[in-house]
């Protein structure tokens, strides 16, 4: 074979990215007006806190951080076969989107196993950090065998793609991109795999079935395609946006999922309003009978600092001490206040965070660096340059997921206490293979990033000190 050249105009990922990130937005907001409602009350939000705080705005800035927020977001959607994960994985692919993680639901009571395809490198992460939460239905966990059969058939009749997007992933694959036409019907056709369905592609009597299995199978199974169950866009403070939902007329959850508020946000604390119930048709021809399904939801995060293997370890051993008598708020504490007390002992500055190897950091050059540098600055060790304030270190954003806070999040919008108990054990060989390609370890990312500013701080330092005398 040839070797591949994209075509003459050929758009970036990251421009396709950001297409498609801003036209699901705009699609999600006709569906579900209450997200356009939460878009505003974010970005007043976030306008009034970096107004009152100059230093978040300077360390934004300053990590390439502030450019990205306003259109910062990410979704979710679920899938039911391994062969629509698998199409789902090359889909992303065209937008430079990578599946990163494995994060085992049904250890909290949801039949899915899922990932996050996001972009992974630097510049594309500050260009645009769209990344989408995907699911794959567990149908081996529901143990009514028809009904099992039965799910399995109705999954096996649809296609949740035109043949059109599949012509274009080729063709990207092939020429590693796409020209400005193909890109813009690229967009189009990718949107409308996430669109709503308001009718069912089975009767009342199945849907009953399959949603007395889990609400979640009905949700899947019932319908045409995987349509987006929710946008999330990144506020800089949760609590704010959380204090201010009633006055929007927005119903929020009772409990941020994640850390307690702290002075350096950790990894990532979300929120979301009910879901809608949405008429819906069941059944086809002249028997439609009109039902309601409950799915689609809104959701706010806001993101903190990455932490270690280590940090994240310490991280789970105090949400799991908070968690222990449950999240409810009855008993001599609130949950909040038993999350506060769990996470006192969690270092919260930057400089210990690090200095105990608790976080990733992103070291550059201090823009105050002077010409006088010691002789042997470019072999000295980071933290000592951090200490001369010749270098300074920047807090690295978790673009992750956490597996406790999405079963939090998927249980709030089913509705009660949805939860059945499966067995706790690890399908991630099948997912991978659903996926046709590996999930990347979140960890090794973190660290990369981290070593790859500090080869950066040593190489111009070399440029800027005499080369030692031999
Ligand atoms: C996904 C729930 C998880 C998050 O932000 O943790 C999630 C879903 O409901 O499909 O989106
Ligand atoms: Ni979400």
């Known amino acids: 074979?040839?070797?591949?050249?994209?075509?003459?105009?050929?758009?970036?990922?990251?421009?396709?990215?950001?297409?498609?990130?801003?036209?699901?937005?705009?699609?999600?907001?006709?569906?579900?007006?209450?997200?356009?409602?939460?878009?505003?009350?974010?970005?007043?939000?976030?306008?009034?806190?970096?107004?009152?705080?100059p230093a978040l705005r300077a360390r934004l800035t300053a990590s390439d951080d502030l450019d990205r927020i306003n259109v910062e977001r990410h979704g979710a959607i679920r899938v039911g076969t391994a062969g629509e994960l698998g199409f789902i994985r090359r889909l992303f692919a065209v937008m430079g989107m990578v599946p990163v993680g494995y994060y085992d639901l049904s250890v909290a009571g949801v039949p899915v196993h899922s990932t996050a395809f996001r972009p992974v490198g630097e510049t594309a992460l500050a260009n645009n950090p769209f990344r989408v939460f995907t699911s794959l239905l567990r149908l081996e966990l529901i143990d009514d065998e028809s009904l099992r059969r039965e799910a399995e058939a109705i999954l096996a009749r649809r296609r949740i793609h035109s043949p059109e997007v599949l012509g274009l992933i080729e063709r990207f694959e092939l020429n590693g991109g796409l020209d400005e036409d193909e890109a813009t019907r690229f967009v189009r056709e990718a949107v409308r795999i996430f669109q709503w369905h308001s009718e069912a592609t089975v009767d009342a009597e199945t849907y009953r079935r399959l949603s007395a299995a889990h609400r979640l199978i009905a949700d899947i199974v019932a319908f045409r395609g995987p349509h987006i169950n929710h946008l999330t866009p990144r506020t800089l403070d949760i609590d704010e946006v959380q204090r201010r939902m009633p006055a929007r007329g927005i119903a929020a959850k009772a409990v941020i999922e994640g850390?307690?508020?702290?002075?350096?946000?950790?990894?990532?604390?979300?929120?979301?309003?009910?879901?809608?119930?949405?008429?819906?048709?069941?059944?086809?021809?002249?028997?439609?009978?009109?039902?309601?399904?409950?799915?689609?939801?809104?959701?706010?995060?806001?993101?903190?600092?990455?932490?270690?293997?280590?940090?994240?370890?310490?991280?789970?051993?105090?949400?799991?001490?908070?968690?222990?008598?449950?999240?409810?708020?009855?008993?001599?504490?609130?949950?909040?206040?038993?999350?506060?007390?769990?996470?006192?002992?969690?270092?919260?500055?930057?400089?210990?965070?690090?200095?105990?190897?608790?976080?990733?950091?992103?070291?550059?050059?201090?823009?105050?660096?002077?010409?006088?540098?010691?002789?042997?600055?470019?072999?000295?060790?980071?933290?000592?340059?951090?200490?001369?304030?010749?270098?300074?270190?920047?807090?690295?954003?978790?673009?992750?997921?956490?597996?406790?806070?999405?079963?939090?999040?998927?249980?709030?919008?089913?509705?009660?206490?949805?939860?059945?108990?499966?067995?706790?054990?690890?399908?991630?060989?099948?997912?991978?293979?659903?996926?046709?390609?590996?999930?990347?370890?979140?960890?090794?990312?973190?660290?990369?990033?981290?070593?790859?500013?500090?080869?950066a701080v040593r190489a111009a330092l070399r440029q800027r000190t005499p080369a030692p005398a031999s």
């Open 259 to 455: 850390p307690p508020p702290r002075a350096c946000p950790i990894l990532l604390r979300q929120t979301s309003f009910k879901a809608l119930e949405e008429p819906i048709l069941f059944g086809s021809g002249d028997g439609k009978v009109a039902g309601t399904h409950t799915a689609r939801f809104g959701e706010i995060e806001q993101r903190g600092l990455a932490l270690t293997r280590q940090g994240r370890a310490l991280y789970d051993e105090l949400l799991a001490a908070a968690r222990r008598d449950g999240v409810s708020d009855d008993g001599a504490k609130s949950y909040d206040e038993r999350l506060a007390d769990a996470f006192a002992t969690f270092p919260d500055d930057y400089d210990t965070l690090r200095l105990q190897g608790l976080g990733f950091f992103k070291y550059a050059l201090s823009p105050a660096v002077r010409r006088d540098l010691p002789v042997d600055a470019a072999t000295m060790p980071i933290e000592d340059l951090v200490r001369l304030g010749i270098v300074e270190a920047y807090p690295m954003i978790y673009e992750d997921f956490l597996p406790v806070s999405a079963a939090g999040i998927f249980q709030s919008n089913l509705g009660g206490d949805e939860q059945r108990l499966y067995e706790a054990n690890t399908a991630r060989a099948a997912f991978i293979a659903a996926l046709g390609a590996p999930v990347a370890d979140e960890f090794e990312i973190y660290e990369q990033a981290q070593q790859t500013s500090i080869a």
């Open 1 to 53: 074979m040839g070797t591949p050249s994209a075509p003459a105009a050929s758009l970036r990922s990251d421009d396709i990215r950001a297409a498609f990130s801003q036209a699901m937005s705009v699609m999600y907001r006709a569906e579900v007006p209450q997200y356009g409602t939460l878009l505003e009350l974010v970005a007043e939000v976030n306008g009034e806190t970096l107004g009152a705080d």
